[in-house]
């Protein structure tokens, strides 16, 4: 069975700073991965997907993530934080059938 | 467009009380889901709907029934609710099912049972 692990419930990190969110999967088959984002007491929203071709997805918000086979990871980044990216984020890797397998979670803290 | 909505968006319930949750979006989205967020467990699939008449179990589905009369509208009921469920419960919907589709979220309601 597929799983996906999110190292770190909570990350802290200064406002300007590079933001990192580590997401790892298990899969035997090629997966497709998502990462989503939650804003305080609203749904979820897609920030970036990958499902086939180049290894490096581009999302809103100036996020980004790599898909790396060798490592199992998919690894959500941003150059600079920014107060307004305090949030939940969510990694998920898609099921043979037409569920997603979701991580626990990581929420990001942005200090001024 | 309204996207996926929720109604209520909060319930207090009281153990052994029944209550429907109502989702409904405007996108003409074949899929339609049912989640449940507890903290520090992410989302887990409650039941499914690949269209309209049809519903599947997913991943915690004790406790719960749905229906899909309506492309549009996808009901979850507690029939006897109990303070373990007690959470948070998103609906969601896609275009198509699949491995690549995107899934869109509606607020959520946040369910008290005491």
């Known amino acids: 069975a597929q799983s996906v692990t999110q190292l770190g419930s909570h990350v802290s990190v200064s406002e300007g700073a590079l933001v990192l969110l580590r997401c790892n999967y298990s899969s035997s088959v090629p997966p497709y991965l998502f990462w989503y984002v939650q804003y305080p007491n609203q749904g979820l929203q897609l920030l970036l997907k990958y499902t086939t071709g180049a290894t490096l997805v581009k999302g809103i918000n100036g996020f980004e993530a790599e898909f790396k086979k060798s490592e199992t990871s998919f690894h959500l980044t941003k150059p600079s934080a920014h107060m307004s990216d305090a949030a939940e984020y969510f990694c998920?890797?898609?099921?043979?059938?037409?569920?997603?397998?979701w991580g626990a979670g990581t929420k990001l803290i942005i200090k001024p | 467009n309204a996207g996926v909505t929720q109604t209520p968006k909060f319930r207090v319930l009281k153990t052994g009380q029944s209550m429907t949750l109502l989702c409904a979006q405007d996108?003409?989205?074949?899929?339609m889901y049912w989640y449940r967020q507890d903290p520090g467990m992410g989302l887990r699939l409650i039941h499914y709907?690949?269209?309209?008449?049809?519903?599947a179990k997913g991943e915690v589905p004790d406790g719960y029934n749905v229906s899909r009369l309506k492309k549009q509208n996808f009901l979850l009921g507690l029939e006897s609710a109990a303070p373990s469920q007690t959470s948070v419960y998103f609906c969601?919907?896609?275009?198509?099912?699949?491995?690549?589709?995107?899934?869109?979220f509606g607020p959520g309601t946040r369910l008290l049972v005491l």
């Open positions: 998920a890797v898609s099921d043979r059938g037409y569920q997603l397998i």
């Open positions: 969601a919907s896609s275009y198509v099912g699949g491995l690549q589709e995107t899934q869109y």
């Open positions: 709907s690949v269209g309209e008449g049809t519903t």
């Open positions: 996108m003409n989205h074949e899929y």
